[in-house]
């Protein structure tokens, strides 16, 4: 018996029903808001990665030498593709660019609770716009999708940040610090002990008493306080930034999932401005379920034109661990509508009916395995059948069959030529 | 700028949209004969392949040692991925399983018109059937699947054959040769010249006359002549079992678009019964576009109970060639149902119009990048609006906003209350 590589996973129907609902609720609100879908390889260059993160993050990739000699990586997240793609073909494509798709991604890590070393997301961005709108717009899509997806307000939460409210305010702290490492250790907060914390911060090159005050200044509520400390235009204009963003998500009907959180950072390097994750409002799903945010240099870092950009991108992984937590799964069952039972020579004519249905856009089954009535009633039940229809040798003498519901159990014959005939879904009830 | 991968490939939204309503046309007829959806990794062990199909197939795969030190292959073809699920559940599955998955796949291999290193297909599979009811199904499957994208039955044909008629001819012509061989010289027939196709089956042990005389069995009509010339149980249960399967395909709706062909011997080595290769009908697609079998013997090879399977996985690229061979694409724009213009300090009420009118399903753009009248007017021209909804201050000081059609540039004012008010999906034509 062959075994499944560590950190990937088989879906067999059962457990792959309630992902394709949420992959189908995640894209069509990304449709209704005007997002395309885009298609996007599996390998890209390695360099790709490198270049943005440095070396270090080969050791998370699934990365290799190919065939012809060129170094490729499995793709651990979609956003320097969507990159290189809006680069390729910048001048063709009409501003803003809005794109969205799902697909699985790969990092070798650490396999624990909702993380995996292959993973799903459902990737969504906006190229093309450096207006509050934008950033409102994927914030008021997320809170459509969860809502979508049966999740209430009282759920989750947008914990709302702003790249250069942290970056600026580490320039009024000290102008020779290792901005992006501070932003890491902020990143990493909530994860590690106090002492730990510090000790990061101090790396970067604040002094202890510089990490506290820049600590302090993290859990304010006014943001005006902030403006006043740093006393610089960057500070000043990343609150009115994230000002607007706020008012923007209040006109989307997005802004009640909102709260500021400055200790939301984002670990990775290439975002620019408001970042936010969306959490479990309980804290039972301990992870951020999700995050995104304006990343408006990456497209010039990758030789394009200036291009500002804002995305978010949910982990199907921890999605589904809150909605396990709020019980807010649809008990759908697989919906087989009829079953069409043949017993003896009847096969043509039960063959006959099953396309019938199917014509009309039912799941229809019949049997595959020559079985007895038993064994064809046995299935239909375990399919979750909703309507039998028996097609036996006595009663198509009598040009007969019978239909049979299955909730009920109640059955009748009914006059072969006139089934499924003008009823667009014949149940017994319709019949009887 | 970063390269793509040769072999590989960006899908654009204008290239994604025909990929993707060929995905949801191939699924949903899957759906309605109650096959089930499954997931599945992008890697498995290299060893999964090189027991099947020899160690050279390592040759064609992007395999590589991972970080753990596991032989790792990215997966070339979903069937030996769900026959160890088969086997790692067959306990508690209860038969037949019913199956279909949609996914990229991924083989080193030369490049061209329809092949491609990444290609996606949908693979759709019965296991725990021998009847022929099963290898019909698939073949009905594959009708109906091709009709709903809009093909007529004279645009494709399926080419069935029978891998044990073909065995057992090469047995009864000589008992020390090696079949697997010879039947792949088949399947490479008509790809390769005659000199070469001879040389290939002489160097399976047949002797040159013996190689002619297989070859014309091959192209004959009267399957009956084969059963009296080889006069062996196993090429008479071939026959019979071909023949056996036509007749269901007759009563399942199929028959008509198969031809018996014994030249179509599918390359892949674990097919065991009938197999069958979709071709375009007026040849103008040369290459198959897809195929499939019965493959009743890999269960027990991969260390499963016996368990009988036949399945088909309809390749996304050769079966858009052969849509755009017959002009069977649907045309259908991106649908955009309104765009909710906002000029002056509208936006608020243009953002909550714009939400009323994606609760009720529709597909809404709005200005994400504070742009003027025109040029929002551009936009939503580009982004094929049906209609678009324009929030102006002046408008709005009247408690009015004006909707335009924009097929016929008609517009009129009506009161900001009462859009979208009662209507489902107010047009100029509703409201006039």
Known sequence: MYERIKGFRDFYPEEMRPRRAMTDQLEETARRYGFREVGTPALERTQLYADKSGEEITDELFHFTDQGGREVAMTPELTPTVARMVVAKQQELSKPIKWFSTRPFWRYEAVQQGRFREFYQ?????????????????????????????????????????????????ESVSTDIDTHEAIRAVDKREKIADAEYYALLTETGLTRSQAEQFDALLSTDDLSELVEFAGTERVEAAVTNLENVLEAAADFGAREHCTISLETARGLDYYTGVVFECFDS??????????????????????GQPTPAVGVAPGHETLSLLLDRADARSAES??????????????????????DLRERSHIVETDLSDRSFGAQMNYADGVDAGTVVIVGERDLKNDEITVKDMESGEQMAVPVESFPGEYDRPTYDDLV
Do not use: K, M, Q, W
């Open 122 to 170: 459902t990737n969504v961005d906006i190229f093309g716009s450096a207006e509050p709108e934008a950033d409102a717009e994927i914030l008021a899509y997320c809170a459509d999708a969860l809502s979508g997806l049966g999740l209430e307000p009282e759920d989750f939460e947008f914990r709302v940040s702003h790249r250069d409210i942290l970056g600026g305010l580490l």
């Open 334 to 355: 697989f919906g087989t509508d009829y079953y069409v039972l043949s017993v003896g020579d009847t096969r043509s004519v039960a063959a006959r009916i099953a396309r």
């Open 282 to 303: 309980t804290g039972e799903v301990s992870r951020s379920v999700f995050g995104g945010g304006r990343y408006d240099d990456l497209i010039e870092g990758f030789g």
